[in-house]
T-cell receptor, first 111, second 112 residues
Framework: QKEVEQDPGPLSVPEGAIVSLNCTYSNSAFQYFMWYRQYSRKGPELLMYTYSSGNKEDGRFTAQVDKSSKYISLFIRDSQPSDSATYLCAMIKAAGNKLTFGGGTRVLVKP | DGGITQSPKYLFRKEGQNVTLSCEQNLNHDAMYWYRQDPGQGLRLIYYSQIVNDFQKGDIAEGYSVSREKKESFPLTVTSAQKNPTAFYLC???????????FGDGTRLSIL
């Protein structure tokens, strides 16, 4: 079983809808959580970085962390066709120095 | 303009040949990483380095080698021992191992 699970999608939504993405993890040692966006043939780009349970908002993006359930989420409001990409969750253990990635969810926002 | 530069963007390898992928960063980051990404897959860690002249194997180090002679440079060599090298290779750096990593735009390696 993988340490971090993420639905591969694709997730198809109409423009303007809310995109909801999530990852589950099995090891409670993970303490720092990230979301990356990756366009085709490009490197991942950091979107959000959180290290505590609760919500963090940045523009149209909201990241949620629920450590008790070992579950993290990313919400994209007012989605645009330019949001079409693969979204990767990643996390680091408290005593660690390596990222563990989910497999990525492909998102398609249709005009 | 700070960032991570990977070159070349595309690379072709012949049978029995070693090839080297370049990664340079001007972010003054201590830690650097190499990942492999296969189609539709997540990222798998090949090697990482926390400090100059030191590096550790990741999850899939067999058939690869690295060096870290300078803080800003972390080249990856794909040796002939790597039997399935076709993939997208990503280099990343971080201020230290616990901060988020920043990525280059990758090198796509194919077999001739």
């Amino acid at each position: 079983q993988k340490e971090v699970e993420q639905d591969p999608g694709p997730l198809s939504v109409p423009e303007g809808a809310i995109v909801s993405l999530n990852c589950t993890y099995s090891n409670s040692a993970f303490q720092y959580f990230m979301w990356y966006r990756q366009y085709s043939r490009k490197g991942p780009e950091l979107l959000m970085y959180t290290y505590s349970s609760g919500n963090k908002e940045d523009g149209r993006f909201t990241a949620q962390v629920d450590k008790s359930s070992k579950y993290i989420s990313l919400f994209i409001r007012d989605s645009q066709p330019s949001d079409s990409a693969t979204y990767l969750c990643a996390m680091i253990k408290a005593a660690g120095n390596k990222l563990t990635f989910g497999g990525g969810t492909r998102v398609l926002v249709k005009p | 303009d700070g960032g991570i530069t990977q070159s070349p963007k595309y690379l072709f390898r012949k049978e029995g040949q070693n090839v080297t992928l370049s990664c340079e960063q001007n972010l003054n980051h201590d830690a650097m990483y190499w990942y492999r990404q296969d189609p539709g897959q997540g990222l798998r860690l090949i090697y990482y380095s926390q400090i100059v002249n030191d590096f550790q194997k990741g999850d899939i180090a067999e058939g690869y080698s690295v060096s870290r002679e300078k803080k800003e440079s972390f080249p990856l060599t794909v040796t002939s021992a790597q039997k399935n090298p076709t993939a997208f290779y990503l280099c990343a750096s971080s201020p230290d191992g616990r901060q988020p990593q920043h990525f280059g735009d990758g090198t796509r390696l194919s077999i001739l």
